[in-house]
């Protein structure tokens, strides 16, 4: 039985915080794959992602390149409205019965959880993997739920934004072809900043 997490996120923009923690799973869980999956839209922010689904795919497609263990799933994407981990997770589970299923969050994700849709439902179908983050509480195990080792990186996409905002570089900060769609397509430069809620 091969063992897959999922990796959810609005990755606007993908990064190397997020690259890190995935690693580590693969390393200390360990975990055989990781399943990056983007949302259409995360049900607990107040806001849609900036950027375009077709730009967040692209440079999350671009940031894995290079690790063959790790793979995008558009599941989301092609899905309408908010995105629910407890059907992304409900489908997988019928798709990929051979596989044991493993859902990585980060510590300030794993607050909020049981305001998520489902929840009972999703530590049925999953076991979660939570990464402590700077400016989180650290987590704690319980049922179906452990804390992996993985680098303390206190960096955010949404404070990447506001550095772009600023003409501020994102280099080092996102793997470098990400960088680079994020420079030749002006991202987040003069992007709509004020809050949205639909
Ligand atoms: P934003 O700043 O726009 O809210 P984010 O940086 O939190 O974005 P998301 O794409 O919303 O990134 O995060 C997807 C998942 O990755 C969440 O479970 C989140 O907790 C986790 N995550 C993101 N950055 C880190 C980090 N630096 N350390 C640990 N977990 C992280």
Redesign the pocket.
């Known amino acids: 039985m091969s063992r897959l997490g999922i ?6 923009p ?2 190397v ?2 690259l ?2 995935a690693s580590a799973a693969l390393e200390s869980v360990p975990l055989d794959r990781v399943l990056f999956v ?2 259409k839209r ?1 049900p607990l ?1 107040d806001r849609l ?1 900036l950027a375009s689904e077709a730009d967040r795919l692209t440079m999350l497609e671009a940031a894995i390149a290079g690790e063959p263990r790790f793979s995008v799933s558009r599941a989301e994407l092609e899905r309408e409205g908010p995105s629910y981990t407890a059907d992304t997770l409900e489908r997988l589970a019928g798709r990929v019965e051979q596989d044991q299923l493993f859902l ?7 607050v909020d959880f049981e305001r998520w849709h489902r929840p009972d439902r999703i530590v049925q179908l999953a076991t979660l993997l939570v ?4 400016g ?1 509480p650290d987590p704690v195990e319980g049922e179906r739920r452990l804390v992996f080792d ?1 680098p ?10 506001a550095r772009a905002l600023r003409g501020r570089s994102l280099r080092y900060l996102v793997p470098d072809a990400v960088w680079r769609h994020i420079e030749e397509h002006g991202l987040y430069r003069a992007m709509e900043t004020t809050p949205r809620t639909t």
Request: charged share 20%; glycine share 12%; hydrophobic share 40%.
């Open positions: 990796f959810g996120g609005t990755f606007d993908v990064h915080g997020h890190a923690i983007p949302a995360s922010k992602p990585i969050l980060g510590g300030d994700a794993v990464a402590a983050r700077p989180a993985a303390r990186l206190d960096i955010s996409s949404r404070e990447l934004r």
